[in-house]
């Protein structure tokens, strides 16, 4: 009680998340029988693996993506693929970031990158600058679906018998189904704001096309080496981020190497909250099962739960109230300990609920008062918090439709990896 009460003050007064869950796990190793030098050594344990690698490596890829110039190509081929469309930039602010999650990973990175160009275009082609901030942020939910993800190769990590493979292919078809889904809304509710533009000859679509084929090839040389087994997730990482930085410095010749201490810095600074946090919670783990926490809960959930229905729905409940107050990963570092067990005990299939909770907490990064993805497009389009979570509300719902379709029918995640032998 002593550590949990700790947490919670030192949440409620805004104290880094990582530094809270330390706190708490200090003052519960006070109460038992250990030496507190157990919970630096758990903590140096939590870091000790080579998958862990995988994250600052591919954060570093999306930071020489972002450099290189890459985003501009990216979205005059989106521009060229649905441009012409009702609603032709508020699409392309969508798809733009289906082909970008394929390079950063994370949504955090496509809201900063995108958002940069898109919100000032699209107020000034017409559209609310407020509107343009929450589209931008609600379409950025994709980028941690769309394989490489860094949410999937964090939840590999702290689950057991899930397959990182498998979890980048069931993320996918969630992916594109929310593209389609925000695509739609904009085209019925959007398209008033921008006059229709001309469509694009198919020579202006193919030069598109050749001046983005650099960063198209990326996420099929990423995804199809892990498939086919040529390498493991880390490997690709650092693949991912060679590639990133060849073309950035001898294709593109955008990147010059006086830029890259400043790029490492910001990779080095930005993978480090991720892995801090991942630290302590794995020394909060252990001290979890040590207090037999994950089997008293599941004992308790089993008894008045009985049916894999019911769970999922009271899981998606639960983190969709978490996901207002904690960042995705975070949540999902502290909650799948116990969670995952119970999924497992109950039959479900674990592909299937990863790409549940992961798309679960990612729509938070989208939900006041504390989504990231909030802040970052509010940094960029200065209109105030309350006017961006006002427009993001409709798009908030087409994110939750598409969680209750991928819930509710576990074959839209799980035919993919099904179908290529996961």
């Known amino acids: 009680m002593l550590g949990i009460g700790i947490l919670i003050v030192l949440l409620v007064i805004g104290s880094p998340i990582a530094f809270a869950i330390l706190l708490g796990v200090v003052g519960h190793v006070y109460t038992l029988p250990f030496n507190i030098s157990l919970v630096a050594q758990r903590i140096f344990s939590g870091l000790d693996s080579f998958s862990i690698l995988a994250i600052p490596l591919f954060v570093l890829a999306g930071e020489l993506m972002n450099e290189s110039g890459i985003t501009s190509r990216i979205i005059n081929f989106a521009n060229a693929l649905v441009g012409h469309l009702k609603a032709g930039l508020a699409h392309v602010n969508i798809w733009a970031s289906v082909i970008f999650a394929g390079l950063s ?3 955090v990175a496509d809201t900063s990158a995108l958002g940069r160009v898109f919100i000032p275009t699209m107020e000034k082609e017409g559209y609310p600058r407020s509107f343009a901030a929450a589209l931008t942020a609600a379409s950025s939910v994709i980028g941690p679906m769309i394989p490489p993800s860094i949410p999937v190769i964090i939840y590999a990590l702290i689950t057991t018998g899930v397959s990182v493979p498998a979890l980048f292919l069931a993320g996918v078809t969630p992916g594109l189904f929310l593209a389609v889904g925000l695509s739609i809304y ?4 959007a398209g008033h704001y921008a006059p229709l533009k001309a469509k694009l000859s198919m020579g202006e679509r193919w030069k ?3 001046d983005a084929w650099i960063p198209l090839f990326m996420p099929v040389f990423i995804v199809g080496s892990i498939l086919t087994g040529i390498v493991t997730p880390t ?3 650092a693949f991912a981020a060679a590639y990133a930085l060849l073309a950035g ?7 010059k190497v006086s ?3 400043r790029i490492f810095i910001r990779a080095m600074r930005d993978s480090s909250v991720i892995l801090i946090v991942i630290a302590v919670v794995a020394a909060a783990n252990w001290l979890l099962t040590f207090s037999r926490v994950p089997q008293t809960v ?6 008045h739960v009985s049916s894999p229905w019911m769970f999922l729905i009271l899981v998606n409940v639960i983190l969709l109230i978490v996901g207002l107050f ?3 990963i975070a949540a999902m570092l502290i909650l799948l300990p116990i969670l995952h067990p119970i999924a497992m005990s109950l039959g479900i299939d674990p592909v299937h609920f990863g790409i549940v909770v992961i798309f679960n907490l990612m729509i938070g990064l989208i939900t006041p008062p504390m989504g990231i993805c909030l802040f970052v497009s509010n940094s960029i389009a200065n209109v105030g918090i309350a006017a961006i979570s006002r427009q993001i509300m409709p798009l908030f719902l087409v994110e939750l439709a598409v969680l209750i379709l991928i819930t509710f029918v576990p074959t839209t995640v799980t035919f993919l990896p099904k179908l290529l032998g996961y």
């Open 235 to 237: 490997e690709a990482a």
């Open 105 to 107: 990973g994370s949504a």
């Open 186 to 189: 904009v085209y019925f509710f």
């Open 249 to 255: 410095m001898f294709i593109l010749k955008s990147l």
């Open 259 to 261: 830029d890259l201490p």
């Open 208 to 210: 598109a096309f050749v």
């Open 326 to 328: 904690l960042e995705g």
């Open 298 to 303: 599941s004992q308790m959930v089993l008894e």
